[in-house]
Nanobody
């Protein structure tokens, strides 16, 4: 069974830092793009950052540019999100996403989600 497991959330004061990690496990043939999304209470889930298999990154939200950095380790099938200068408006549940091909089930790319990890920025 292919799955994504996140870790690293928690409570942090404004201006602080947190590092989120996500690991893919199971029978995996290939991992393509990996991403981080977030969803604040009462709001839609939004894409925070993504990274291609070759390491190209995008940050669609202007509010996180220069503060957040996404990275991945292809050998370990992990993706991380380093968050700094955190603000109360960064409070949300953060979800890891990966587009992967499971082993032995053809070559169709499938979307996988982690269970989510809470990030709370508050004094």
């Amino acid at each position: 069974q292919v799955q994504l497991v996140e870790s690293g959330g928690g409570l942090v004061q404004p201006g602080g830092s947190l590092r989120l990690s996500c690991a893919a496990s199971g029978r995996i043939f290939r991992v393509d793009a990996m991403s981080w999304y977030r969803q604040a209470p009462g709001k839609q889930r939004e894409l925070v950052a993504d990274i291609s298999s070759s390491g190209e990154t995008t940050y669609p939200l202007d509010s996180v540019k220069g503060r957040f950095a996404i990275s991945r380790d292809n050998a370990k099938r992990t993706v991380a999100l380093q968050m700094s200068s955190l603000k109360p408006e960064d409070t949300a549940v953060y979800y890891c996403n990966a587009k992967m091909i499971p082993r032995g089930e053809g070559l169709r790319v499938r979307d996988y989600w982690g269970q989510g990890t809470q990030v709370t920025v508050s004094s």
